[in-house]
Structures are given as structure tokens and as C-alpha cells.
């Protein structure tokens, strides 16, 4: 917020005081009633043989009532007028409300009990219908904090007391108290209008944030291997968090560190000069490299003479040797070659920087470890040296750094990886998107950076962990034949199950347009299945599920696009002369029905979704509320018509109000499928 609070006194002297006057008369009015009889205490249960001390009781409980009553009303108006909030509203950005609530009951709650003064109010979005669109529940902890330091209170006066404490605002249309104590928020129409308007002038506009330099690391599949199944979540989650990152104006490198150096390329370029006599020249297809290197591995574990050549070869990579680093170029560039066709059926955009850019820089890293005293020789195995982290509670293990033979490992070249990243690059945060399979690894990473000094307190890192694909038997996803699933593959496999479940319905379209749907819709559904499920969870990879066009689904969602844009095609539009567009930029929609404000509600909501979103790195948050939205737009248009017919057919109505929500809910599903990397379509 650029402009602070404005307050005088905080709490004012005078709202104490009405407080102390109410409190006192509330006690007051307890002991008079728990002294008579409390089905007496009024002047029309008094009969004649009530006696005096009686009748002066119960008028003076009346007094009493009336007096509470007047002094609950000074507070609420003192109240109100304590601290007028204000907040910024920039026409570059867009509005979260979830933090302005926050803000406001915050403050709210600090006037009315200042031993909480910066507690957290604890807001959550109600899941009971009717019920706000947010939820204070910070009385039912203060009513605890205040009984166990003697201090009786009922926690639905404590909510009532925080109430009468929320600043004037122009977004609060009303609060109320239900159940114990929770404090239910609605929300001004009016206010929800504004988000609606941002969107229909200006489109979707992120949070305003603190830009950051952000390195996402994800994909990352071998070189002389095919793509497969397991490398399906890390490419579509991280394309996802990097195109949710730079939509809130963060700089992203997206990075993709394949698998290029180590042992087994000295084991594959040594088969290919046994095999393939042409290998300085050419690679074979990247088919056969991964067959050539599966024979190179059991050559490897068998055959002590080859085990020797290929360890050669390493060192002849290693040090240069123009011949092998012309194979071993070779071999990168088909696989690149490969990985893109996959990388451009996907839209995914990313950088290559293997594991052989950070090989120079290990010698130093382990020098540098040295130095400063955090490698240690194991016991058991000479040479072998380790290190261990403050992580070690959690994690057990070392990391080995330098095996027995001296050759440096994985946690070396990821060591040296992230010192550049942080330091060279001077990244302020560092995604990984990695298989939950590798947390221990990365816990020890990331303390050993803490610990050595080249993750400072302002960078953050985060493993972005991700459960596996399964298939429909609760196994890891394999072919028929048992073997893993190729990524070319199963995208090929989508496209004729999108085809075979679509042709059918298909209507006036030419062969290329109808093919394009098919890609569409098998990528999206893909993409969808993975993204909309916890990505810390597995999940059962099933097309039957994700073909479907009802529940949450992609089809049902591009389903949903379409139906927005035939609806803003809708011809009675065009004869009535109706320029949607120059509408949006003029017009001040009026929203009366339920279900418009609940759309309505909903698209305001989107900005504490993208902020949260960069908090926790947790996509399908994003699904849900592309779902829940869709289905609020289906609950809305089925009740709120945006044109109104007679029972002859002729038009009595257009009403551009809702036509105009109609579009801004387009607007806002054409940004959201774009995050997903999605390809919305105008017609199915």
C-alpha cells in the first residue's frame, strides 16, 4: 500500500471508555438478573403481589437494557470513525482483497483489544452458503486468550467488539455474527464491480508484487535418451510456474539442466567406437543411441576391459579430446533435436544449460569446501570424502562429495550449480521442479549453501516436489510391454484418443481445423490432468478420465470458452447494433441477482489467488479456480438471461450488464488457460 493508515489516536480515548461503560453495564445487568427472577425482569410480568424491592429491580433492568443498547450504538459510530482506511487501488495492477480484509480486521481487532494489536485475524473464505465472502475468526482465539487470564467473555461479544471497531472503508457492505463467534464479511457490489471493470479495459493485470530474479530449473532429461513418461510433471508444472511468475512481472531464466557429462558418456562414446564406425561424423537416431547405451551399461558391469576403456573415455571427454567431444557433440545435438519436437507439441519454452556448463567450477567448489572445513574423509571407505548439513537431523545422510576414486558425483555438480546461480548470477530466488523422490538430496543442498555462505538470508530456494504418474493399476505408468512410457508416444496416443472421442460431434470444419482441435484438446487434457491434481500427491494417469467433458476437466472447460464466445456472437447482438467492446470501456454495469454477484465475487478473487499461487508454487489452485468459475458462470447464465424472448421468439431484452460479465469472463479464462499453457478454442 502506498498511502498508510491515517489515525490519530489507537485506539481513541473515548471508544476505551465506552467499552469500560459497557463492560460495567453488562456486569451489572448480570448480577440484577442473576439476584431475581429472570422471567419477572420486565414491568408486564409484575403482578400485585410482587414485591417493592422486585418492581425497583425490574425497572431497573429496563434502564439498564435501554442504556446498553444506546451505548453499544455510540461505540459502533465511535468506532467506525477511529481510523478511516485507506488503500490503493493502481490502475498498473490489480486489488487483492483477501490482504485488504486482512489489513483492515487486523487494525479492527487491535482497537478493540490492544493486548492482540498485530495478532493474526485469521481470515478464511467460508465454505457454508450465505455466508460472506470472507470470515474473520479471530474472536474464538481472543475469547480463549482472555478466559485463561481470568477474564469471562462470550466470543460472540468479542466479534460484535472487533465489529464496531472496522474502520469507514468503501468495500465492507456489511458484517454479522454466526455460530460462536465467526464475523461473516460481504462485500460491497458495488467494489466487486471495479475488478470486473479492470478486466473488460485493461484485461487481466497481475498483483503488484516486488520483482524478482527468478531462475526456474525443471524438464531436465538425459541426453541420448528419449523423453518419457517421468519427465512429464517437472516440463508441464515448471512451464506452468514460469508463466505464472513472468505474468506478475517477475524476470525468469527457465532453465533446462539435462544430463550431459559423466561416466556413461565415456561408456557410450567407447561402445560407439566398437559398434559404430562413423561416430566422429554422425550420431546415430536417438532411438538407437538409447539402445547403443543400454549395451554400453552391460558391457560396463561385465566386462572389466571395457569398464577400464570407457572410464578412459571419460577422461579423454574430460580433458578435451577433440574426437570424443565431437561424438559427445554429436550426441547432444540429436538429442536436442528430440527434445524439442516434444518441447514446441507442448508449447514450452526453455533454456539448455547442462550438467557440463558447471563442470569447471567443481575442482574449486570442492576446494572451497575444504577450506572452510566441511569435507570430511569416511571412515569406512579411504578417499571417499563428505560433508554433512545443518539439515543432518532431518536428513540422516551426507552428501558425498568426492568419491574413493576421486571422481566428483551428483551432489558435487549440484553444488556447484546452485554457488553460481546465487553468486555468479546473483539469483534472488531458485526454483527446482524435481521429483519428490529427491527431497533428502535437495534439504542437504540447500542447508550446505546456508551454511558455506552463498545463500543469503534476501534469496530464497525451494524444491518444487512432485508425486508420480501412475497408471490405471495404482503401478508407475509402463507400456503394455512394461516398459516406460515414451513421451512422443503418449502424446501421439492422446491426439487419436481426442479424435475418436470428438469427430462425431465435429460440424461444418475442414481437415487441418479439426485436426488442431484434436491437438488441442489431447495437449490441454494432459496438461490439465497433471496440473489440476496436488502436484505433492500421485495420480492415476486415465484418458478415459480426462476426455470427459463433464466435472473438472480441460474439455469441459474449453467447452465452457467456447460457449462465452458463441454467446458474444450471439446475432440479436449484432442487429441491435451493439458494440460490446466500446461498451466495456464506457459502461458502469449494475448487478442486482445473486448469481451475478457470486460471478462477480469470484472474478474479484483472482488476484489473491495469483499471490498465493507465488507463495506456495501449487498450480492446481489454479485449476480449482478455473473450475469454480466455470461452474459460476454455468449457474449464473442458466438463471440471469442476457437475452430475454417472448414465447414467439421475438427479442424484449438485450442486456448488456450481463453480456459484459459474460466477456469478462472470458477475458479472465483466455489469461488463466494461457498460465496452464493452454490453448483456448473458439468453437468445439
Known amino acids: ?316 571427454l574430460q580433458s578435451g579430446d577433440k574426437d570424443v567431444t565431437k561424438a559427445w557433440q554429436l550426441i547432444c545435438d540429436v538429442s536436442r533435436k528430440e527434445f524439442n519436437k516434444i518441447y514446441e507439441r507442448l508449447d514450452v519454452s526453455i533454456t539448455e544449460r547442462g550438467e557440463s556448463f558447471y563442470h569447471p567450477m567443481m575442482k574449486e567448489i570442492v576446494a572451497e569446501m575444504a577450506e572452510k572445513g566441511f569435507l570430511v574423509e569416511d571412515e569406512n571407505n579411504p578417499g571417499l570424502q563428505v560433508a554433512w548439513t545443518s539439515a543432518r537431523d532431518k536428513t540422516k545422510i551426507p552428501m558425498i562429495v568426492v568419491k574413493s576414486d576421486g571422481a566428483f558425483t551428483y551432489s558435487t555438480s549440484d553444488l556447484a550449480t546452485i554457488r553460481y546461480r546465487l553468486n555468479d548470477e546473483e539469483a534472488d530466488w531458485i526454483v527446482y521442479v524435481v521429483g519428490s523422490s529427491q527431497d533428502l538430496h535437495f534439504k542437504n543442498l540447500f542447508a550446505m549453501a546456508e551454511d558455506i555462505g552463498w545463500l543469503v538470508p534476501h534469496q530464497r530456494v525451494d524444491h518444487v516436489g512432485f508425486g508420480d504418474v501412475l497408471g490405471e493399476d495404482g503401478k508407475k505408468f509402463k507400456s503394455r510391454s512394461g516398459d516406460t512410457v515414451k513421451l512422443r508416444d503418449l502424446l501421439d496416443e492422446g491426439v487419436q484418443r481426442a479424435k475418436a472421442s470428438l469427430e462425431s460431434r465435429e460440424t461444418n470444419m475442414d481437415a487441418d481445423e479439426a485436426q488442431t482441435i484434436y491437438e488441442t484438446v489431447a495437449y490441454s487434457c494432459i496438461k490439465y490432468a497433471d496440473l489440476s491434481h496436488c502436484r505433492t500427491h500421485d495420480y492415476v494417469f486415465s484418458f478415459d478420465k480426462m476426455l470427459q467433458d463433464k466435472g473438472n476437466t480441460a474439455v469441459y472447460l474449453l467447452y465452457a470458452y467456447a460457449r462465452i464466445q458463441n454467446i458474444l456472437k450471439n446475432p440479436v447482438v449484432v442487429e441491435k447494433g451493439i458494440d460490446l467492446e466500446k461498451e466495456s470501456l464506457t459502461r458502469n454495469i449494475v448487478v442486482d441477482h445473486e448469481r451475478e454477484i457470486k460471478l462477480c465475487q469470484h472474478l474479484m478473487r483472482l488476484p489473491e489467488l495469483l499471490n498465493r499461487l507465488q507463495r506456495d508454487l501449487m498450480p492446481d489452485r489454479l485449476c480449482d479456480y478455473l473450475y469454480h468459475l466455470c461452474t459460476a458462470f454455468t449457474a449464473f447464465y442458466d438463471k440471469c438471461y442476457c437475452v430475454r424472448k417472448d414465447k414467439e421468439g421475438n427479442v424484449i431484452e438485450v442486456n448488456v450488464d450481463r453480456l459484459l460479465l459474460v466477456r469478462a469472463t472470458g477475458i479472465v479464462m483466455k489469461q488463466l488457460f494461457f498460465l496452464l499453457g493452454i490453448h483456448p478454442l473458439n468453437r468445439m
Open 1 to 316: 500500500f502506498n498511502r498508510t493508515t491515517k489515525m490519530s489516536k489507537f485506539p481513541s480515548d473515548k471508544l476505551k471508555k465506552l467499552f469500560e461503560q459497557n463492560d460495567k453495564l453488562k456486569e451489572e445487568l448480570q448480577q440484577l438478573q442473576n439476584s431475581n427472577n429472570s422471567a419477572y425482569m420486565n414491568e408486564e410480568g409484575m403482578n400485585e403481589f410482587a414485591s417493592e424491592a422486585f418492581k425497583e429491580a425490574a425497572i431497573r433492568n429496563r434502564k439498564l437494557k435501554f442504556q446498553l443498547l444506546h451505548l453499544e450504538k455510540s461505540i459502533e459510530e465511535e468506532g467506525s470513525n477511529v481510523l478511516p482506511f485507506a488503500y490503493d487501488d493502481n490502475a498498473h495492477s490489480s486489488l487483492d482483497v483477501f490482504e485488504l480484509i486482512e489489513k483492515i480486521m487486523t487494525i479492527a481487532v487491535g482497537i478493540a483489544f490492544p493486548d492482540s494489536k498485530g495478532s493474526n485475524p485469521n481470515i478464511t473464505i467460508p465454505t457454508v452458503k450465505n455466508a460472506g465472502a470472507y470470515q474473520c475468526n479471530a474472536a474464538l482465539a481472543i475469547a480463549n486468550k482472555l478466559k485463561k487470564s481470568g477474564e469471562k467473555i462470550n466470543t460472540r461479544d468479542v466479534g460484535n467488539k472487533i465489529i464496531a471497531c472496522v474502520p469507514k472503508n468503501d468495500f465492507i457492505k456489511t458484517m454479522d455474527i454466526a455460530g460462536p463467534g465467526f464475523i461473516n464479511i460481504f462485500i460491497q457490489p458495488s467494489f466487486m464491480l471495479k475488478h470486473v471493470h479492470k478486466f473488460l479495459r485493461t484485461g487481466v493485470l497481475p498483483p503488484h508484487v516486488q520483482k524478482k530474479r527468478i531462475i526456474v530449473d525443471f524438464s531436465s532429461p538425459n541426453i541420448a535418451k528419449e523423453m518419457h513418461v517421468g519427465h512429464l510433471r517437472s516440463t508441464i508444472i515448471g512451464e506452468s510456474l514460469c508463466r505464472i511468475l513472468e505474468f506478475c512481472g517477475h524476470g525468469v531464466l527457465r532453465l533446462n539442466h539435462v544430463g550431459d557429462w559423466g561416466t556413461q558418456f565415456g561408456m557410450l562414446i567407447t561402445n560407439l567406437q566398437d559398434k559404430f564406425p562413423d561416430f566422429k561424423t554422425v550420431s546415430p537416431p536417438i532411438a538407437d543411441l538409447q539402445q547403443f547405451y543400454k549395451e554400453a551399461k552391460e558391457r560396463f558391469d561385465n566386462d572389466a576391459e571395457f569398464k577400464k576403456r570407457a572410464y578412459h573415455g571419460t577422461v579423454l
